[in-house]
Nanobody
Framework: QVQLVESGGGLVQAGGSLRLSCAAS???????MGWFRQAPGKEREFVAA???????FYADSVKGRATISRDNAKSTVYLQMNSLKPEDTAIYYC????????????????????WGQGTQVTVSS
């Protein structure tokens, strides 16, 4: 069982930065960790993921502006977002995928077994 708690969201002006954190309990070190986001009226979409090998994956919409990292000693995954845009406004969710589940694909919601409650990010223009 893995429990995930996100933090670090808030209101920021366009062009600003935020660092989201996701604290995990359970078998953190065995899971691929991902960030997804969901804007009002839209489906939850992939943002970034980091595998056990520290290989990272990014959605095209955030590539070059986002950095995902993990600290296995602290059981925490981070998402640094820079040059934020109003279209980045969404609830951001942390997710953990087991080695078997993540075979579906790191960008697929179905690849993740556990989800956090989300943290709101609002970017004003």
């Amino acid at each position: 069982q893995v429990q995930l708690v996100e933090s670090g969201g808030g209101l920021v002006q366009a062009g600003g930065s935020l660092r989201l954190s996701c604290a995990a309990s359970g078998f953190f070190g065995l899971y691929t960790m991902g960030w997804f986001r969901q804007a009002p009226g839209k489906e939850r979409e992939f943002v970034a993921a980091i595998a056990l090998s520290d290989i990272t994956f990014y959605a095209d919409s955030v590539k070059g502006r986002a950095t995902i990292s993990r600290d296995n000693a602290k059981s925490t995954v981070y998402l640094q977002m820079n040059s934020l845009k109003p279209e980045d406004t969404a609830i951001y969710y942390c997710a953990a995928g087991s080695p078997s589940s993540i075979r579906i694909g790191v960008q697929s919601r179905g690849g993740y077994n556990y989800w956090g409650q989300g943290t709101q990010v609002t970017v004003s223009s």
